[in-house]
């Protein structure tokens, strides 16, 4: 225990810049098992088109968005079908956004940050209209435009883990060794291994921490919680 705090007030010391994954660290776009309610739809919505093929089992079954959008921009890159299904989910995603979960303690700990003088950005799958119109509802505009990164358009496949992360690095002027990317999956830590960036886990249940020990992220890099996070930034303010 004694390592993993050691460890945070390290992190928390040299961070200058922060880069923040959306969808839980700053809130729950799809609380519960909403987000295999969107899931169900877009493969209907194929389905209905007579394209049920285009998604393996797999996809079908994820309870994630994403990579149903993924899938189709890998088999139909340009596409007017691509075009459409993307904008059907940035809508879906607008209608959420009033009823997502913010993270607790995110709201307190990004403004704390930016009183500090610590610059945060976002990026995101999700687009970067609802996540604006999510900042907008909680007040949090100021703190993070212009440094908003939601998904391309149209989308890209296959696109590096890295790339939006050094997208956001390059719209801040950060140095990597200044910079700390928080994300609440394994493929957020592959990001920031690749563009040479601190990284720190969200994992607020035992499958999230699973997810990521398997992925080979120390226990150490992991919080369970922000409020973590936020006493260490108050401590070394």
Known sequence: MADATDHLRQLVSRTRYV????????????PGRSAERVVRARAAWLRERGL??????????????????TAVAGRRPGSDLLA?????????????????WPTPYADVL????????????????TSDRPVLSYLDGRGLTACFVPHVHGRPRPP???????????????TLGAAPGAS???????????????AGVAFL???????????????????????SSLETLLRAVREGA
């Open 19 to 30: 880069v923040f994954d959306f969808d839980g660290p700053i809130c729950f776009l799809y």
């Open 180 to 194: 700390l990317m928080i994300g609440d999956r394994p493929e957020d830590a592959a990001a920031a291994r690749e």
């Open 156 to 170: 890209r496949f296959p696109q590096p883990y890295a790339h939006p992360l050094r997208r956001a690095l390059i």
């Open 84 to 100: 459409e299904l993307e904008e059907r989910l940035t809508r879906q995603e607008l209608r959420e956004v009033p009823r997502a």
């Open 110 to 125: 990004v403004r704390t940050w930016v009183a500090l003088g610590v610059r945060p950005a976002i990026t995101s799958d």
């Open 52 to 69: 049920h093929d285009l998604l393996t089992e797999e996809e079908r079954d994820r309870p994630d968005p994403y990579p149903v959008l």
């Open 201 to 223: 886990g969200y994992a607020p249940d035992e499958r999230g921490e699973r997810r990521f020990l398997e992925a080979g992220v120390p226990a150490g890099h992991l919080v």
